[in-house]
């Protein structure tokens, strides 16, 4: 699915940029034509509106009376005119070393138009036809002819070029559109498949209770004759998996609600209180198991944040820590400033955590192996919680494990 997603955007991309480039190209060679197409107009005007210099006979006449024609300068050694009247050449003007034939091939291939353009001698040429009249009585066509074949090759070498550089640069394009298209699509390609390992995820801890739910149902209709009292056991164990679907059902709505929009910060909530609040209120339990929790919690620490939120983070922490801390463990809970930010730091002692496994240690419903069997009482669920809670507050968490102690640090902005 991805992998056509890229195509189809890749696809977009390049043809796109295609219609964008040849678009450009085409501009830039119609422009480049129209103005060799402009120049050789004025040439081809300025060449047949040149006057007639009378003074040696003009070939041909046969009136006997003086006239030349014109005489091409230096800037139009590439081009030659012909004198004719009723058909017939009766002059040529031209510095070029061509044979009569060749003049007249040109005149024929005139083909009577008044301008065109026409190949000789290997060449491209231009011409243009005008009238001229000698004495008032003789009348003749002047056809003017323009070498362009210099214009016609500009124009191919420009196609030629426009074309490398537009291969060229497809291909570069196609390998940035290539690379930034998979950049694109991955966060989503990462989403979905966190999705569907979440459902997945999901209905497995949802299967257990329904599972154990049905098998004592099966067991409570076995034993019909029995009574109420007698099943009693049956009944707790459907009660207790209850209360273990709805534990998780509430999660799962507690993790929707931290993942929801940004909000605005809320009013002054005193940190400092909340953190004893929540720390004396697990030194009990974790009496009982023989683990010692040491707090330092400097006084009127204020952040604007949501209150309810940020206490559940507090205890989600400190539940955390109290799950993986072995009997005789010690925990130690931290609250100061540093920069304008109230730094929380909770560390237990214990086995730590991987490396590896920090990228997936706040994932939903991600468990240590060694506590997959569900031993710690949990779904996995609390620390995606807590980080997204601390993010919707604009707020950081992260994770340091090492020297027999795993470290959860806060930062949440102060006032």
């Known amino acids: 699915m991805f992998k056509k997603l890229r195509n189809k955007m890749l696809l977009f991309n390049m043809g796109t940029t295609f219609l964008v480039i040849l678009a450009a190209f085409t501009a830039v060679y119609f422009a480049t034509y129209s103005n060799i197409e402009r ?43 012909l004198l004719v009247k009723d058909g017939v050449i009766e002059g040529i003007n031209s510095h070029l070393d061509f044979e009569e034939q060749a003049y007249k091939e040109a005149f024929k291939k005139t083909g009577g ?30 056809i ?8 016609a090759a500009t124009l191919r070498q420009l196609l030629f ?39 997945a995820d999901a209905s497995h801890e949802f299967k257990t209770p329904l599972a154990i739910i049905s098998a004592n149902i099966d067991a409570i209709e076995a034993s019909a004759a029995e009574s109420v009292e007698s099943q009693k056991e049956w009944f707790g164990y459907i009660r207790a998996e209850l209360g ?24 002054p909530f005193n940190l400092s209180r909340a953190s004893e609040t929540a720390c004396a209120s697990m030194e009990a339990a974790l009496y009982d198991r023989g683990i010692t929790l040491e707090a330092k919690i400097e006084e009127n620490i204020i952040i604007a944040a949501d209150g309810e939120g940020t206490t559940r983070i507090l205890y989600i922490l400190l539940d955390n820590a109290a799950k993986y801390t072995p009997q005789g463990g010690r925990i130690l809970f931290s609250l100061g400033l540093e920069q304008q930010w109230a730094v929380v730091r909770i560390s237990n002692s214990g086995q730590g955590i991987a490396v590896e496994e920090f990228p997936k240690i706040f994932d939903r419903f991600y468990r240590p192996d060694a506590s997959r069997s569900q031993e710690t009482g949990g779904f996995g669920l609390g620390l995606s919680i807590a980080k997204a809670a601390v993010e919707r507050s604009g707020g950081k968490i992260s994770i340091e494990s090492g020297e027999g102690l795993t470290t959860f640090t806060v930062r949440l902005k102060s006032i």
Request: include cysteine; aromatic fraction near 12%.
């Open 39 to 81: 120049e050789n107009k004025r040439r081809l005007q300025a060449l047949s509106e040149m006057p007639l210099v009378r003074d040696h006979p003009l070939p041909g006449g046969g009136d006997g009376r003086p006239a030349v024609p014109e005489r091409f300068g230096a800037d139009y050694r590439v081009s030659f005119a």
């Open 161 to 199: 070029t426009l074309c490398c550089v537009g291969f060229a640069v497809l291909l570069v394009l196609l390998w940035v559109s290539y690379y930034f298209v998979v950049r694109a699509v991955r966060p989503i390609e990462v989403s979905y498949n966190k999705q569907k390992q979440f459902v």
């Open 113 to 142: 138009k008044i301008t065109g353009e026409l190949s000789l001698g290997g060449r491209k040429w231009a011409y243009l036809v005008s009238e001229i009249l000698f004495y008032g009585e003789n009348r003749y066509e002047r």
């Open 244 to 267: 273990r679907a709805t534990k998780l059902v509430d999660n799962l709505l507690c993790l929707a609600k931290a993942e929801s929009a940004n909000i605005e910060a809320g009013a």
């Open 144 to 151: 003017v002819f323009l070498d362009i074949t210099s214009g």
